[in-house]
């Protein structure tokens, strides 16, 4: 599944991991129901990007010429100080990774620890 949020952004969507090609049917759903010139997702999924990037048609060099192509991923990062605070009263680091999980927060390469 997945749902649009305006006329070209999809701001969330579906699929069953354990169906082979449940990501690339999703994908091509997405693309099919849109021919806007540029659609945005609200969300970065590397299974996706990589899904677009490996089956993108390249543009031909006359394409080239006459249109720019972009495949864009951009990330803003909100950071962990939007979730911690004195108000937490957390003491490990056991206690922090549960808050964070409650909270659904997805870690980002520079949160590790």
């Given at each position: 599944?997945?749902?649009?949020k305006g006329a070209d952004e999809v701001?969330?969507?579906g699929w069953d991991p354990g169906q082979p090609d449940s990501l690339a049917a999703v994908a091509r759903a997405i693309f099919a129901e849109k021919s806007a010139p540029e659609l945005k997702f609200s969300f970065f999924l590397p299974e996706l990007f990589d899904y677009i990037a490996g089956h993108s048609k390249p543009p031909t060099l006359d394409e080239m010429r006459r249109q720019k192509y972009y495949i864009r991923k951009e990330a803003l990062?909100?950071?962990l100080f939007k979730l911690i605070s004195d108000?937490?009263?957390?003491?490990?680091?056991?206690g922090l990774l549960d808050?964070?999980?409650?909270?659904?927060y997805i870690f980002w390469d520079m949160d590790h620890f």
């Open positions: 599944y997945f749902v649009w701001c969330e969507m990062y909100c950071g108000k937490l009263e957390m003491r490990t680091t056991d808050r964070l999980r409650s909270s659904n």
